[in-house]
């Protein structure tokens, strides 16, 4: 009976020790769950909010090349993070590179020195019409951002192309 009843404590026990083991293993993968959804998240968040830099002159049709400048100098320092140096042409499918162009001039805006954006600063900020009798009017350049494409893979934005109006 003695031996029978110690028996019993001992299953006991093992059976509470198995349920508090499988309480903790249930409980570090609830937590481990709501982790990676939380920082699932959090980047789908920072995505968004990178993206929105950009994704807000698509289609736009009042653009300045003060706007375009901007474009380019968040997409070089971007760029500077990832550790690219140079030209490179946007993958759609995999990179992190972000290409800025002009449709007529085709070049890569992103990689201007601060004095060659300067110059395409002053070389598209205005038009002057000399058209009526002795009168110089000014005018705004504005231009449209044509095509704001975002890489499927990395679902940033990759390549942004303005047009001029």
Request: proline share 1%.
């Amino acid at each position: 009976m003695e031996n029978a009843s110690k028996a019993l404590i001992m299953a006991g026990e093992i059976l509470l020790g198995v349920m508090i083991i499988s309480i903790g293993v249930y409980l570090f993968n609830t937590i481990a769950d709501y982790s990676a959804s939380t920082t699932a998240q959090i980047t789908e968040a920072q995505i968004a909010k990178f993206n929105a830099q950009f994704l807000e002159y698509y289609e736009k049709e009042d653009c300045t090349i003060h706007d375009i400048v901007s474009i380019a100098n968040l997409a070089n320092q971007n760029n500077l993070n990832y550790g690219f140096d140079g030209v490179q042409n946007y993958n759609e499918e995999s990179s992190y590179y972000i290409q800025v162009d002009i449709k007529k001039e085709n070049e890569h805006l992103e990689v201007y020195s601060k004095d060659n954006l300067i110059k395409l600063i002053k070389d598209n900020s205005i038009i002057i019409d000399n058209s009526t009798a002795g009168i110089t009017l000014t005018q705004t350049k504005y231009y449209k951002c044509t095509q704001c494409k975002v890489s499927p893979k990395t679902k940033r934005v990759c390549y942004v192309e303005f047009e001029p109006k």
